[in-house]
């Protein structure tokens, strides 16, 4: 199926690993040109250079965890057909686990980055008519747990933020929704698999026994969450816009 993204910009944060990596991905291989922003350099380098062969592929090393970050990075590359929020990292444990100061690092990160960004961005995109912005979410704002209490209280935000923007950004010609993946096979899932199971049997090794139960008996690939960006940002999917699909394999509704 042609999804006419043919020669969009496509600018991507925590583009050098993960979901990002992926959606840079499926968007070069529907003949986009892709930006990618993380906070490695290096990282960042070696995850362009595995693309190139796909298409066009820029970079731009910046940690969006910071206001003045954010503005640089939408200084050197302005105009982008559609814009990927997909950077973050925010820790698990409950309430008496972090700090506040931890709360406000990871929250600076994912949940001002996003909206920060998607204010710079914005304004371009009501300009010219068009323009599409993804949020890239996660299941916890939709099912709140204790134990990734920070993530989900930031990913409702987040929700709230996409369905509000997305209400108003149609009148402009600009869509805005979101994406919630839920267990989805990155160095991340492991990370947070590594925190629960220490919580849970003091044990960090036994991470794997937190991923049992998953639907379909598998975590999520990225480019699943990679192809769902891709298809609800083209004009196949045009009228999408301000809400954020679960992508979960039916998580939410297993009790």
């Not at 042609?2 to 583009?15: A, F, H, N, R």
């Not at 299941?139 to 709140?144: I, L, Q, T, V």
């Not at 160095?187 to 026994?209: F, V």
């Not at 998953?214 to 045009?238: H, M, V």
């Amino acid at each position: 199926m042609d999804l006419d993204l043919t020669g969009k910009s496509v600018l991507i944060t925590g583009g050098s690993k993960g979901i990002g990596l992926a959606c840079a991905t499926v968007f070069l291989q529907e003949g986009c040109s892709v930006v990618l922003v993380s906070r490695d350099a290096a990282v960042l380098e070696t995850a362009a250079a595995s693309l190139k062969h796909l298409g066009p592929v820029a970079t731009c090393a910046a940690d969006l965890s910071q206001g003045n970050e954010r503005e640089r990075l939408h200084s050197l590359h302005p105009d982008v057909d559609i814009l990927v929020n997909n950077a973050g990292a925010i820790p698990g444990g409950g309430l008496l686990d972090l700090t506040m100061e931890r709360w406000t690092e990871a929250w600076s990160l994912k949940v001002m980055g996003y909206i920060h960004l998607t204010q710079l961005y914005l304004g371009a995109m009501k300009a010219r008519s068009a323009g599409t912005i993804v949020n890239i979410i996660g299941a916890a704002g939709r099912s709140p747990r204790y134990d990734y209490l920070c993530g989900a209280t930031g990913n409702a935000a987040l929700m709230a933020f996409t369905s509000a923007v997305g209400g108003k950004s149609g009148d402009w010609g600009v869509r805005c929704f979101g994406i919630n993946p839920a267990a989805t096979r990155t160095d991340r899932m492991i990370t947070l698999a590594k925190t629960k199971a220490k919580t849970a049997y003091g044990d960090e090794s036994r991470w794997e026994e937190t991923l049992k139960g998953l639907p379909l008996g598998r975590a999520i690939d990225p480019l699943e969450i990679a192809r769902s960006a891709a298809f609800l940002a083209s004009p196949a999917c045009g009228y999408v816009n301000g809400t954020v699909l679960d992508v979960d394999g039916g998580m939410a509704f297993r009790g």
